[in-house]
């Protein structure tokens, strides 16, 4: 996943979604002679309304802080402003004011709260008619400078951003939308640039925005070497050219049509490779009793695998407001001890951010670092029972066309619409739906008649197996009627 500022500039990864390296149990990226930041107009506008707290205010300062800290900041590099506002706009300080981080930094620690009302639509108007402005400081007439505005607001505006935000983004502005507690997620959408999935952030509350701060750190990074950062999606070997890379494969590999992953085929038995992993929500709509249910749900299909080094591999993910990987691939040999560390996860409650798994799932829990295998099958089970409070939708798209097979299972209040946005094609054979496990004994029969159609028939039979059980344990599961 990629951030663009302008239309030929690549820049590192951006981490997943509102969630950072540190919370995912990740080392940060070294940045040192890999990256830089390209120079860039940035002006932040912040929400001091009366609903921000003055100690949470505070949070916001550390966080403008802590990017700032992560740009090459001078007159002829990256210039800083800052647009204050609540029932009025206050320019804390403009692009032109200081050279310096230590400058910005103590400039930052200066502004204090507004405390009134929510004009997001004002504020986001005076960064386009003044903030970039060259007597502001602004560089528009440099058409290689970027203009960026990253927008901190926590309510719902008293007027209207859809307008402005258009006439920012037709001016070349790339906006950024970072929305805190009880914000109102359509204005968010209103005011971010495309693809919204990487210009929409949402936080539960300003105690963790300064995470956020490792996402714009790598967004302001300007990559030479893709292969040496990792920014690639080559499955066995990167091969790096400037500003680009090849993939190819380890000898005894052939590389696919993708151009990207490499073909295995344990042959012979009738059985492949075959990584899998679990997606679980762990947010509180699920309820302690029935996420023991779903740890059960997950040893039975354990119990119908082959596990060994050649054959299956299995790997969890639990998910709420954040991701927490429980075991990666190939940490456990054996079904006993897989099943225990099953029963041993612990439940997370707290809110539902499938998009940050799926994400996670993509730049993590496949990779050879994690314990993944060249060439065997990908496959994720996404088990859900209620809305994803972020966006699901570029990420899942990504896992299809990395090849990975993608079931979605939804219980209760999930939300069928993004089931079938998870699911494989034939997405009708790759989601399970029900309130109450009684009617997902009707799906799942064409699933032997469609699998075997891959080119690779050595993958096929140890699939159906795994697809046929799955609808076995579902089937059983409707006539406990679990959690209903």
Same mark, same amino acid.
């Given at each position: 996943? !990629?951030?663009?500022?302008?239309?030929?500039?690549?820049?590192?990864?951006?981490?997943?979604?509102?969630?950072?390296?540190?919370?995912?149990?990740?080392?940060? !990226?070294?940045?040192?002679?890999?990256?830089?930041?390209?120079?860039?107009?940035?002006?932040?506008?912040?929400?001091?309304?009366?609903?921000?707290?003055?100690?949470?205010?505070?949070?916001?300062?550390?966080?403008?802080?802590?990017?700032?800290?992560?740009?090459?900041?001078?007159?002829?590099?990256?210039?800083?402003?800052?647009?204050?506002?609540?029932?009025?706009?206050?320019?804390?300080?403009?692009?032109?004011?200081?050279?310096?981080?230590?400058?910005?930094?103590?400039?930052?620690?200066?502004?204090?709260?507004?405390?009134?009302?929510?004009?997001?639509?004002?504020?986001?108007?005076?960064?386009?008619?003044?903030?970039?402005?060259?007597?502001?400081?602004?560089?528009? !007439?440099?058409?290689?400078?970027?203009?960026?505005?990253?927008?901190?607001?926590?309510?719902?505006?008293?007027?209207?951003?859809?307008?402005?935000?258009?006439?920012?983004?037709?001016?070349?502005i790339e906006l950024f939308a970072i929305g805190v507690g009880r914000v109102d997620k359509a204005t968010l959408r209103q005011i971010a640039s495309e693809p919204q999935d990487e210009h929409?952030?949402?936080?539960?509350?300003?105690?963790?925005?300064?995470?956020?701060?490792?996402?714009?750190?790598?967004?302001?990074?300007?990559?030479?070497?893709?292969?040496?950062?990792?920014?690639?999606?080559?499955?066995?070997?990167?091969?790096?050219?400037?500003?680009?890379?090849?993939?190819?494969?380890?000898?005894?590999?052939?590389?696919?049509?993708?151009?990207?992953?490499?073909?295995?085929?344990?042959?012979?038995?009738?059985?492949?490779?075959?990584?899998?992993?679990?997606?679980?929500?762990?947010?509180?709509?699920?309820?302690?009793?029935?996420?023991?249910?779903?740890?059960?749900?997950?040893?039975?299909?354990?119990?119908?695998?082959?596990?060994?080094?050649?054959?299956?591999?299995?790997?969890?993910?639990?998910?709420?407001?954040?991701?927490?990987?429980?075991?990666?691939?190939?940490?456990?040999?054996?079904?006993?001890?897989?099943?225990?560390?099953?029963?041993?996860?612990?439940?997370?409650?707290?809110?539902?951010?499938?998009?940050?798994?799926?994400?996670?799932?993509?730049?993590?829990?496949?990779?050879?670092?994690?314990?993944? !295998?060249?060439?065997?099958?990908?496959?994720?089970?996404?088990?859900?029972?209620?809305?994803?409070?972020?966006?699901?939708?570029?990420?899942?798209?990504?896992?299809?066309?990395?090849?990975?097979?993608?079931?979605?299972?939804?219980?209760?209040?999930?939300?069928?619409?993004?089931?079938?946005?998870?699911?494989?094609?034939?997405?009708?054979?790759?989601?399970?739906?029900?309130?109450?496990?009684?009617?997902?004994?009707?799906?799942?029969?064409?699933?032997?008649?469609?699998?075997?159609?891959?080119?690779?028939?050595?993958?096929?039979?140890?699939?159906?197996?795994?697809?046929?059980?799955?609808?076995?344990?579902?089937?059983a599961l409707t006539r406990k009627h679990i959690l209903s």
């Amino acid at each position: 996943m !990629r951030l663009i500022f302008g239309t030929s500039l690549a820049l590192c990864s951006l981490l997943l979604l509102v969630q950072v390296p540190q919370s995912l149990g990740l080392a940060p !990226r070294s940045r040192g002679h890999l990256c830089r930041t390209r120079p860039t107009d940035l002006v932040f506008v912040v929400d001091s309304s009366r609903s921000v707290r003055p100690v949470e205010f505070e949070k916001v300062k550390v966080f403008l802080s802590q990017v700032i800290e992560s740009l090459d900041v001078g007159p002829n590099a990256t210039r800083v402003g800052v647009i204050n506002y609540a029932s009025a706009v206050k320019q804390e300080f403009p692009l032109r004011a200081h050279g310096s981080k230590a400058a910005l930094v103590q400039a930052v620690r200066r502004i204090q709260p507004l405390s009134t009302g929510t004009m997001t639509g004002l504020a986001l108007q005076f960064a386009i008619t003044k903030a970039f402005n060259d007597a502001e400081g602004g560089r528009a !007439r440099f058409p290689d400078i970027s203009k960026v505005v990253i927008v901190v607001t926590d309510g719902r505006p008293q007027d209207s951003v859809r307008d402005v935000s258009a006439r920012a983004r037709a001016s070349g502005i790339e906006l950024f939308a970072i929305g805190v507690g009880r914000v109102d997620k359509a204005t968010l959408r209103q005011i971010a640039s495309e693809p919204q999935d990487e210009h929409v952030d949402y936080v539960e509350s300003y105690s963790v925005i300064e995470k956020l701060s490792r996402k714009f750190q790598e967004a302001f990074c300007v990559v030479s070497d893709l292969c040496a950062t990792g920014d690639h999606d080559c499955e066995q070997v990167c091969i790096s050219s400037p500003g680009s890379y090849t993939c190819a494969c380890h000898e005894g590999f052939t590389l696919n049509s993708d151009g990207k992953t490499c073909n295995v085929c344990s042959g012979g038995g009738g059985s492949s490779a075959t990584d899998l992993v679990f997606l679980i929500d762990g947010s509180k709509s699920v309820r302690p009793e029935n996420f023991e249910l779903v740890k059960k749900f997950i040893n039975q299909i354990v119990d119908t695998l082959d596990v060994s080094d050649r054959l299956a591999q299995v790997g969890l993910v639990q998910y709420s407001s954040s991701v927490r990987q429980e075991f990666p691939l190939g940490r456990f040999h054996t079904k006993k001890d897989i099943k225990a560390a099953v029963r041993n996860m612990s439940y997370m409650e707290k809110g539902t951010m499938t998009g940050a798994a799926l994400k996670y799932l993509i730049d993590n829990s496949f990779t050879v670092s994690s314990g993944a !295998r060249p060439g065997a099958q990908k496959v994720g089970i996404v088990f859900t029972d209620g809305r994803s409070q972020d966006y699901i939708n570029d990420a899942a798209r990504k896992a299809k066309e990395l090849g990975f097979k993608m079931f979605a299972v939804g219980v209760g209040n999930a939300v069928e619409d993004e089931l079938r946005e998870i699911a494989s094609e034939p997405v009708a054979e790759h989601y399970f739906y029900t309130a109450d496990f009684k009617t997902i004994n009707q799906i799942g029969k064409k699933l032997q008649q469609k699998i075997c159609v891959e080119e690779d028939p050595c993958a096929c039979e140890s699939i159906v197996k795994f697809e046929a059980k799955v609808e076995e344990l579902l089937q059983a599961l409707t006539r406990k009627h679990i959690l209903s």
